[in-house]
């Protein structure tokens, strides 16, 4: 029999309801709820990012239409705040992990766990493919993202706290070795909303300016205007021309949306994913040509993808995989039409997805251990396929490497794709082509 958990049960996740105009993401006015997952598995498994917010006008394409395996956790609706979050999974990163806030601001994480990521000591496995409680993050935290080997969290106030792999300094302290226990980074006690990449970090700030730490590509993936690799653990703001409203953090380039729906991005620029025209990486934001009324930006592994103001979703970059949704797998560095009616958005490696404005799951790209969904794996998706079982009821998703994860209107979780460090939190280390049930 599969049971229901309510507010006295296991777990309570920040939630919001799916209507036409939320579940866009953190930072954009009153829409919440991200579902954020990312990779972990056999070679090629990783990352993922979820859509973020803000409105306004660019030019362009318009706007257009560990227990108790198998048990169901519902989730019940907390009453959710602008900015919440409630699961994410590594991005870029073999192996993975992945976490999610529960009843109070609880955080619970799963997978793997070698570098202190999970904020618990996983064990003599290195992984966990149950939840387990942070130690110290135990209320009040009301986002968490998890990037390469590492993790970072919201609170309710606006700190920002990490733990796990620290090599580049992306715990906000001098690099060094690992570390187990949150700490907060310095300089970012007004964040509103926060994003892991690879081996660093950004945080949006109240007043529109982004702040990144870590790891500095020699593409300036920072966006501080220095093409120099090497560790930046001290936050530092990005060289933007005006405010944002919404970031998205990548393997090696970040974007963002600007106040007025501008949209831009920085780093390394293989294949044109920065949307500019060129091949030229960039160490401050350069503009996404050809959109707009940008209102939030996905960062995948090698390719970018914009939710437009209507609804309309276009993708730019590396498309072998066939993750820009356009029916073909030739690269492009314009922005192109995948769909319209979709009310949020997330990139991983070389897969997408969105929720549609009925509420259903749609995934495109890579299918290799059956990350969109489908019931099989291989079989690259060209365009928009509808996630078995979920055509309705879902209020948000979130692409990762080779696994995808939702959040259901009815406050349920369910994950599908590899599971070889117990990413998909069912209890099991087996990959699922289906959605199955994060457990408790």
């Known amino acids: 029999m599969t049971a229901r958990r309510t507010l006295g049960g296991w777990w309570l996740l920040l939630a919001c309801a799916v209507t036409a105009t ?23 498994e990783d990352g993922g990012t979820a859509a973020d917010g803000g409105t306004g006008t660019d030019g362009g394409i318009d706007a257009d239409g560990g227990t108790d395996a198998g048990t169901v956790v519902e989730f019940v609706d907390g009453g959710c705040a602008t900015n919440c979050a409630d699961v994410t999974a590594a991005r870029f990163t073999l192996p993975a992990h992945s976490c999610l806030i529960g009843s109070g601001g609880k955080i619970w994480c799963f997978g793997a766990g070698g570098n202190g990521q999970l904020g618990i000591d996983a064990g003599p496995s290195g992984y966990s493919a149950v939840p387990l409680a942070v130690v110290g993050l135990d209320a009040g935290m009301v986002q968490v993202t998890a990037g390469a080997g590492f993790t970072c969290a919201r609170t309710s106030s606006g700190q920002v706290k990490c733990w796990g792999k620290n090599d580049w300094g ?15 980074v310095p300089g970012l ?43 930046f653990a001290m936050p530092a703001d990005v060289l933007l021309d005006a405010g944002a409203t919404s970031i ?29 025209g060129t091949n030229d990486s960039a160490s401050a934001p350069v503009a996404v040509r050809g959109l707009s009324e940008a209102r939030a930006i996905a960062t995948g592994d090698q390719f970018t993808c914009a939710l437009l103001v209507g609804g309309t979703v276009a993708c730019w970059g590396y498309n072998v995989d ?19 009616g979709a009310v949020s958005l997330s990139a991983g490696t070389s897969h997408a997805c969105a929720v549609t ?8 790209g890579s299918n290799g251990i ?19 079982g979920l055509a309705s009821g879902v ?30 939190g069912n209890n099991s280390i087996s990959s699922e082509y289906f959605p199955v049930p994060v457990s408790h």
């Open 22 to 44: 939320a579940c866009v993401d953190a930072a954009f006015d009153s829409y919440c709820s991200r579902v954020s997952c990312d990779g972990g598995g056999p070679a090629g």
């Open 170 to 184: 992306q715990l906000g302290r001098d690099a060094g070795g690992d570390e187990i226990l949150p700490r907060d």
């Open 189 to 231: 006690a007004s964040a509103v909303d926060l994003q892991a990449g690879a081996n660093y970090a950004c945080a949006l700030m109240a007043g529109g300016a982004i702040r990144c730490w870590g790891y500095n590509s020699a593409y300036g993936s920072l966006g501080r205007g220095v093409k120099v690799e090497g560790s």
């Open 248 to 276: 998205a953090v990548g393997s090696e380039h970040a974007c963002a949306v600007l106040e007025g729906g501008k949209a831009v991005c920085w780093g390394h620029n293989w294949n044109g994913k920065l949307g500019d």
């Open 322 to 340: 066939g993750q820009l949704g356009n029916g073909t797998t030739e690269t492009s560095w314009d922005a192109g039409f995948v769909m319209g």
């Open 357 to 364: 404005v009925s509420g259903g799951a749609v995934c495109w």
């Open 370 to 388: 059956g990350q969109r969904g489908v019931g099989f794996y291989g079989d690259a998706g060209l365009t928009t396929t509808t996630v078995y």
């Open 395 to 424: 209020a948000n998703i979130a692409a990762g490497g080779c696994h995808t994860c939702a959040r259901l209107t009815d406050a349920g979780v369910m994950c599908w794709g590899c599971n070889s460090y117990g990413q998909l």
